[in-house]
């Protein structure tokens, strides 16, 4: 590739994965998506629930990614993530189930008042599982 590309790598507690040479990279900065391209200047940014868009020469790729970092230096880009599934390799049951237990939790501290809820942590849930359903229909547009 003649043409300047960005080298995007992707690290959670579990694994690591070298994504290669894109031309773009999407993600969800705790302020709002940013776009890296080649060139960018040094950049760091925290990151939320939410997708990443990698462009590579044949192919769009997307993941879904539970929050984190950004770090660009010099057309390296290194994201450090809580969690993170290519759209294809997300499990839909499974993301359903979380979405109903965590609905299941939020209404049983609604209806019923029921303090035991983690109400926080049964919305994170929502969001995670959420955002897995919606980075998986990627696979089908
Ligand atoms: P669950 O309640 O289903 O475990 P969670 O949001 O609590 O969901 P996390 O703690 O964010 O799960 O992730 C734990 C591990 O499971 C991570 O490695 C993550 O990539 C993986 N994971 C979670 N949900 C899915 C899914 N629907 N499909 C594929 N991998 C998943």
Redesign the pocket.
Known sequence: MTEKSLNIELA?P?KKIEIGLASSCSAPGVLGKFQILPGHTAFISELEVGEIKVELPEKTEYYAV?GGFLEVVQDRVLLLL????SAQ????E??Q??ID?AKDLLDRRKDSGDIDVDVVRAEA?LA??TN?LQVARRNSI
């Open positions: 959670t579990n539970s809580e969690s993170a599934e390799d997300i499990d839909i499974r993301a189930q979380a237990r849930a995670r599982a897995r």
